[in-house]
């Protein structure tokens, strides 16, 4: 017995020390994201068959007519992760503006009766040539790519505030209120997510989350109340027996699902569910059909590819340099999670339904391209982490994968050059923030002499976290005396305006948002 217990603990060690040297490997994250979402797309594609063949039949006269369609659109989806994939960064940065502004005028346009289409109560959709496409879907990638790239660059250059505040938030505010005259609320949440998400990893202090949580709360509270349907389903989330016919019935009929699937399940296209049992088998509540035919380890297995996404979207937040490509993936990631927890929990019991899909589980087209799009560009971003970088450009040869996608090499990540009315990012405000009198000081004097040292004797990075040659400085003295290597400097003049800098930066000083959360 001893002897078999010391051999499962040794096998255990050496599977964990493989992984953990396989983690170590430059394009571990890059491979873990392909992974993922190939997972879960088949994971979809194999349960969306299951759960839609009985309807289907009765619709259409066919058990396949909605695979087929789902497998058009998750290779619609795959062909936009592959273009996300091959698009350089720089692409993303110029035109996040434009897409969002384009979104926007899309959601105006699905409000207007004879274009928008009203389907469920909401009027969210265009048809044309038999295809349905949801605005509110493609909004929810603009935003988050457009406030990572106004936060990546303002929350690295100030603290204040209002800089991380506007435009974002006006913004923001504007899609909550098309999507809310649509009205579609589930969107709404996510939308909430992503705002959140933004803030949150570009630095905004606690207090603000505080009262803007507090505040959405009881927005969604008036809202939950004033409305019939949504309370009809608050009251059946805390009674579900009072209306088991009607608003309690998709709960009930889901927790009877998730109970007769057991420990190993009912077996995969057995369930009993989708017999016309449960509502929405094939697209809401498709998770109650994985614990029908799939079991208790099914459900496992689906919250283990989830839990692992939060940890590969995580991971590539932490490793990345550049502040655009931080926030967004770690805001994505909060958006995927977020979106998944809310349907995961109203389907076992412990949320009020509110109509939300599980991503790329879950049938549905829009949802499923664009979900598919925003992983390419994490995949993307895991290709640009520093580590990734060196490997990619220093190997002799390409690697098998990317010769066979065709990847070209990551670019370099180099910071925006500074304007002449404007320290460099890290240097004056950084100097005023930490203390450093000398480093700014030394940024005064380079704009006093035409020369632009670096604070502590460092550029910015010209690589993702390489350090680029340190430009010669000028030698310079204590304050008030003048430079030995540019003769008529007055190193007083930049003093001066150094303490004016630092008087200007006190209010801003206090919050403790520069560089965002993930500090490097």
Not at 146 to 173: E, F, K, Q, Y
Not at 289 to 301: M, N, R, S, T
């Amino acid at each position: 017995m001893a002897r078999a217990v010391g051999g499962f603990a040794g096998w255990r060690t050496a599977v964990a020390a493989r992984f953990g040297a396989w983690l170590n490997r430059p394009l571990a994250s890059f491979h873990l994201i392909l992974s993922i979402s190939a997972l879960l797309s088949i994971l979809g594609l194999v349960m969306v068959l299951s759960a839609s063949s009985v309807s289907e039949i009765g619709r259409s006269g066919s058990a396949y007519s909605m695979f087929f369609r789902q497998l058009m659109f998750i290779t619609a989806g795959w062909i936009m992760f592959y273009l996300a994939l091959r698009t350089p960064i720089r692409v993303f940065r110029r035109f996040a503006l434009v897409a969002f502004l384009a979104s926007c005028v899309l959601l105006v346009l699905v409000l207007i009766p004879g274009i928008g289409v009203l389907v469920n109560g909401s009027r969210s959709w265009f048809h044309f040539a038999g295809f349905a496409f949801q605005p509110s879907e493609l909004v929810k990638i603009t935003l988050a790519m457009w406030g990572a790239v106004l936060l990546g660059d303002r929350a690295v250059r100030t603290r204040s505030i209002r800089d991380m505040l506007i435009p974002l938030l006006p913004g923001a505010l504007v899609v909550f209120y098309l999507v809310a005259m649509q009205p579609d609320y589930s969107t709404l949440v996510v939308l909430f997510f992503i705002l959140l998400g933004l803030l949150w990893f570009a630095g905004l202090p606690l207090g603000f989350f505080v009262v803007g949580v507090g505040a959405a709360m009881s927005v969604a509270a008036v809202m939950a109340v004033a409305e019939g349907y949504r309370s009809q389903r608050l009251r059946a989330f805390f009674n579900s027996d009072d209306d088991p016919l009607g608003a309690s019935y998709q709960a009930r009929q889901a927790k009877f699902s998730l109970a007769d699937g057991g420990f190993w399940g009912v077996g995969l296209g057995q369930s009993r569910a989708k017999w016309a049992y449960l509502p929405e088998a094939h697209n809401d509540f498709i998770f109650a059909i994985i614990g029908e035919e799939l079991g208790f380890l099914g459900c496992v297995a689906v919250l283990g590819l989830f839990a692992l996404f939060a940890y590969t979207g995580l991971r590539i937040a932490t490793r990345s340099v550049d502040p655009f490509l931080r926030i967004f993936v770690a805001t994505s990631t909060v958006w995927v999670i977020g979106q998944s927890f809310i349907n995961l929990g109203y389907v076992v019991g412990l949320l009020p339904v509110t109509g939300l899909q599980l991503p790329l589980v879950s049938s549905g087209g829009t949802s499923a391209v664009m979900t598919l799009y925003m992983l390419g560009v994490i995949a993307n971003a895991a290709r640009h982490e520093p580590e990734a970088i060196a490997a990619l450009r220093s190997a002799p040869k390409k690697s098998r994968l990317s010769r066979f996608l065709r990847l070209p090499d990551p670019e370099k990540y180099v910071p925006a050059k500074p304007s002449r009315s404007a320290p460099p990012r890290g240097a004056s405000y950084a100097a005023h923030s930490y203390g450093d009198v000398r480093a700014a000081e030394s940024w005064d004097y380079g704009r006093a002499g035409g020369q632009r040292p670096y604070p502590g004797g460092r550029a910015p990075t010209a690589a993702y976290g390489s350090p680029a040659p340190v430009p010669p400085e000028r030698e310079y003295r204590t304050r008030g005396r003048r430079s030995t290597g540019n003769s008529g400097i007055d190193e007083g003049r930049g003093a001066r305006r150094s303490q004016q800098n630092r008087s200007s930066d006190g209010n801003r000083s206090r919050y403790p948002g520069h560089g965002g959360r993930f500090r490097r």
